[in-house]
């Protein structure tokens, strides 16, 4: 009993006391009836007393011990165990409890590897993430969290990062922290969206989730935000796209309409005015084909653009029958076309059809817009750099259509390729474009992994050069 305190004596004592009191209770009864004197009584109770207390110290001491072990556990799941001296029952119980601590410690391992997986997974996420408590305080949150408050920085500083902060000063949007208020109060899922300003703005939805009970570490919401960014701009890409169509369409079919309905009225016997309405309806008929012909070619080429063309496409062949397509159009505008191809130039790997529906809209436009009496300009080489926009490494082909006339202004330069995209809007519907021809320009380029770029200095007119991969060896 080296290291015996008070509390254990008195404990000890205490467990002597309870196995003395039948003996005590017969030696005090013979007392009172006077078969033992009262002094020789008090003495066996004393007896008895140390007797029991030796009995208590030697057998009892290793329950002690085990109490004392149990209560260090508590403190410290590490604590030595004691080392037991007599009891076999004692030992029993020690093992018991060691078994126990082993389990507790496997258990503690098992939640805390357990913890340490469900942070994983949560950063494992592309979507923020974070979990808040009944005070609307951030409990714990993914990495995309971390990264999208830009709090990883001060994450363990005194501004605590995101951790501990409340809602409110993490996203500032109202319509969120009502619905995190609603979630909480209603326990119902919620939804809200918001739109985060900076660096470049976005919009994200909210989906807050009350969980059915409040776990121990305060968990009692999910907040999961997804961005929507992209969807909302391709929701609306695809509103504008139908619109604009819609319009385009609407403008000739209005007019058509129009012609229709004086032939039937007042020019009904007028032949000079019939003959006339009746070429602006072919006009307006020819528009809404090209354009309704230039619709389904796009479609048809987003849907194959993910597939890359395999056929060597011979350029020079291919150039030369896309300008005679053109010839009429040009002699019309008294422009020459020009062909410059480096001999022996090698084949691009493409689709023919859709290359000389590339050079045919490119040619078109330097017809159109290159002014009358201009020039085109063809010219085919091997180019052994690509320009940043083309993917891959090594030489291509760099195919240019140049012409010599009004040229374009730099600031629409860079939104030429958008769909109905037009510089000038009436220039380009009285010279009979659809405003599609360059965006079928760029898609089929994307599809062939080549790259359009466009120079241009107004008044001294626009080069579109368009670099294709090559057929090598
Ligand atoms: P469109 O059918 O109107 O020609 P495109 O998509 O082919 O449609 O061209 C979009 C716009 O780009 C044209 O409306 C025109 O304003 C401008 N553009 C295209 N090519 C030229 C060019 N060679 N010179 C000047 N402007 C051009």
């Not at 030696?27 to 009584?41: E, F, K």
């Not at 002690?64 to 209560?71: A, C, P, Q």
């Not at 004691?82 to 258990?107: E, V």
């Not at 084949?347 to 009358?372: C, M, R, T, W």
Request: glycine share 6%; charged share 25%; net charge neutral.
């Amino acid at each position: 009993m080296g290291q015996t305190s008070p509390a254990s004596l008195r404990r000890l004592a205490a467990w002597a006391v309870g196995p003395c009191l039948p003996a005590w209770a017969v030696l005090l009864g013979l007392g009172l009836i006077g078969r033992l004197s009262w002094p020789t009584a008090l003495i066996s109770c004393l007896v008895v007393f140390l007797l029991m207390a030796v009995v208590v110290l030697s057998r009892l001491a290793d329950f002690d011990r085990i109490i004392r072990y149990s209560e260090d556990l508590l403190a410290n799941p590490d604590a030595p165990a004691p080392l037991l001296q007599t009891s076999a029952t004692a030992q029993r119980l020690l093992a018991s409890l060691t078994a126990l601590r082993k389990l507790w410690a496997d258990r503690r391992e098992e939640a805390d590897a357990l913890a340490t997986s469900r942070q994983d997974i949560l950063d494992s996420l592309p979507d923020p993430f974070f979990l808040l408590d009944r005070r609307r305080r951030v409990v714990s949150a993914n990495a995309a969290a971390r990264l999208l408050f830009d709090l990883e920085r001060t994450t363990d500083q005194r501004m605590g990062g995101l951790t501990g902060r409340d809602l409110a000063g993490v996203i500032r949007d109202p319509k969120v922290l009502e619905a995190a208020d609603l979630a909480l109060a209603q326990n119902r899922k919620t939804e809200a969206q918001f739109t985060l300003p900076a660096p470049v703005e976005h919009t994200f939805g909210a989906l807050i989730v009350p969980l059915s009970a409040t776990a121990q570490n305060g968990t009692a919401l999910i907040v999961a935000l997804h961005d929507q960014t992209e969807r909302l701009k391709m929701d609306r890409m695809r509103a504008d796209f139908v619109a604009n169509a819609s319009h385009e369409l609407r403008t000739p079919l209005a007019s058509v309409l129009g012609f229709i309905e004086t032939l039937r009225g007042p020019a009904r016997d007028d032949t000079k005015a019939r003959e006339e309405f009746l070429e602006i309806m072919l006009k307006q008929a020819n528009r809404m084909t090209r354009l309704i012909d230039d619709l389904l070619s796009l479609s048809r080429i987003e849907l194959r653009e993910h597939t890359r063309p395999t056929e060597a496409v011979d350029m020079e062949a291919l150039l030369r029958g896309a300008a005679e397509l053109l010839d009429r159009q040009a002699k019309e505008r008294r422009v020459t076309i020009t062909l410059n191809v480096t001999p022996g130039l090698a084949p691009a790997l493409g689709d023919a059809q859709e290359l000389s529906q590339v050079f045919h809209n490119l040619i078109s436009n330097a017809v159109k817009y290159g002014g009358e009496q201009g020039r085109v300009e063809l010219t085919a080489e091997k180019s052994d750099t690509r320009p940043p926009s083309m993917p891959g490494r090594g030489p291509c082909l760099k195919i240019s259509v140049r012409d010599f006339g009004e040229g374009i202004p730099r600031e629409h330069i860079p939104r030429l390729t958008e769909r109905f995209y037009r510089v000038d809007n009436a220039r380009s519907r009285e010279l009979g474009g659809t405003g599609l021809g360059l965006a079928i320009v760029k898609h089929i380029t994307n599809r062939h992994r080549g790259a359009l770029t466009v120079d241009s200095d107004v008044g001294k007119g626009a080069t579109f050069t368009v670099y294709l991969p090559m057929v090598v060896g």
